[in-house]
């Protein structure tokens, strides 16, 4: 499937991250430091952002997997990950939305979700699903705020971490 041009964000502009764009995709997960300690335990390693371009569920194809960069007059303030036809057609999966923490609460985490999901329909997406650690109950609020309905629970088994997690899902 061809991937069409991404979608216009009012005070950001969208791109997916390559080149030396990876660079400072590193500096925005090491400034989240504490999204990466509440859910995994430890903070990023020097090549977190590395890992996130190419960590893909196993034979899921890199090019239906999607991380992008949302740079504002800030520089690169957020990002998103998602995998197209996950875990089966017509389902994308959202793997991570992280904004900023100076520019969390503004509405950018909002405004890039409203341009995303027009973006995967158009693409044939037809539900968004995630995850959300239970502790991190201001994510869980935030993605119900959006529609998002509870699906079910799972158990998330990390390297040192085993997280209770909630599975959400938007239909689109
Ligand atoms: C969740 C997140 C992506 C939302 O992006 P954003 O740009 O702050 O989104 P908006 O400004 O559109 O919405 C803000 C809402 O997000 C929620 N939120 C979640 N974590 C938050 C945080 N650390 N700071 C501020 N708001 C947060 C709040 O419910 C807030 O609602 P409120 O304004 O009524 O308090 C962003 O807050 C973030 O990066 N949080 C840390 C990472 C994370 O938890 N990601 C989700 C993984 S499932």
Same mark, same amino acid.
């Given at each position: 499937m061809t991937t069409p041009d991404l979608p216009v964000v009012e005070g950001a502009q969208l791109a997916l991250i390559s080149g030396s764009a990876v660079e400072e995709l590193q500096?925005?997960?090491?400034?989240?430091?504490?999204?990466?300690?509440?859910?995994?335990?430890?903070?990023?390693?020097?090549?977190?952002?590395?890992?996130?371009?190419?960590?893909?569920?196993?034979?899921?194809?890199?090019?239906?997997?999607f991380v992008i960069g949302a740079w504002t007059d800030q520089g690169l303030t957020a990002t998103v990950e998602l995998l197209r036809d996950f875990p089966e057609r017509?389902?994308?999966y959202l793997g991570l939305l992280l904004t900023a923490p100076e520019a969390r609460g503004q509405g950018l985490?909002?405004?890039i979700l409203a341009a995303l999901k027009s973006w995967i329909?158009? !693409? /044939?997406?037809?539900? %968004?699903?995630?995850? #959300?650690?239970d502790q991190n109950p201001a994510a869980l609020r935030f993605w119900i705020r959006h529609g998002f309905i509870e699906i079910g629970t799972a158990t !998330? /088994?990390?390297?040192? %971490?085993?997280?209770? #997690?909630?599975?959400l899902e938007l239909k689109l």
């Open positions: 500096v925005l997960l090491e400034r989240c430091e504490d999204f990466e300690i509440l859910v995994t335990g430890h903070p990023p390693g020097p090549y977190a952002a590395q890992a996130l371009l190419i960590d893909a569920p196993p034979e899921h194809p890199l090019r239906d997997k017509h389902v994308w985490g909002s405004r329909l158009s !693409q /044939e997406g037809r539900a %968004l699903r995630l995850i #959300v650690q !998330q /088994e990390l390297m040192d %971490l085993t997280n209770q #997690v909630t599975r």
